[in-house]
């Protein structure tokens, strides 16, 4: 149970099953790149989330381990993206922000880098989501669609850009072909998404939590008339 509702609040939230490199921005002008020396650790990093940001997917992938060439899949983009999930990217990553602190070589093909990584925080957003989606759901069985999608936009839209998903963090690049790739972890994802990740997990934690306990006190009022 528990990991059927984190895994219903992820989807829901990441509606981006993918993406096909290219984002039409609807006032036309898409974010500037940053200048990033991509012959070191850091630089790599920081081009990798610049490139995120502003939905540059072929960069990400370049100085990313998203891409897995071999297999053809994706740690959180790949395949196809619609308008409207292009928009739900655009809300998601356009406050994202990275700095690059201190750069520790292991060796010449592996380095950690302290990166410090802020977006609005998404993480309130998750109630008022999982309400609207359980209704839905109740209502008609669907939990599907372009109104799925729609209802996240919006609430990503309408989250309070003042409150910040601020973290400090180490995180691991290594060199592959030559080319420095920042490995995408579990916490990295989660400072990128505002917090969403997390947030989804404690929640099913939480709700799976209430079940058990209701399940358990239901049984002991049985044993127990």
Known sequence: MKRWITFLLAAALLCLSGCNYTVDFADGNAPAAGDYDTDT???????????LRRLDFETFDQYSDNHDA??????????????????????????????AGDVQLLDDRHAQVALHVENTDFSAI????MERFVSRYLADGTLEGADAEQQVLEALQKADATQVWARDLLVEVDKTDGV???????????????????????????IAQGIEN????????????
């Not at 920042?182 to 929640?203: N, V, Y």
């Not at 209701?214 to 008339?225: H, Q, R, S």
């Open 41 to 51: 650790p850091d630089g790599a990093a920081l081009a990798a989330m610049d490139a």
């Open 70 to 99: 071999q297999r053809n899949t994706y740690r959180i983009l790949g395949g196809d993206m619609d308008v409207l999930e292009g928009k739900i990217a655009r809300a998601l990553f356009g406050g994202l922000t990275c700095e």
């Open 126 to 129: 998750l109630v008022d989501l």
């Open 180 to 206: 420095w790739k920042l490995h995408l972890d579990g916490p990295l994802m989660d400072a990128a998404c505002g917090g969403m990740i997390s947030s989804a997990e404690s929640m099913g934690d939480q």
């Open 214 to 225: 209701k399940i358990a006190g239901g049984l002991e009022d049985w044993l127990n008339p």
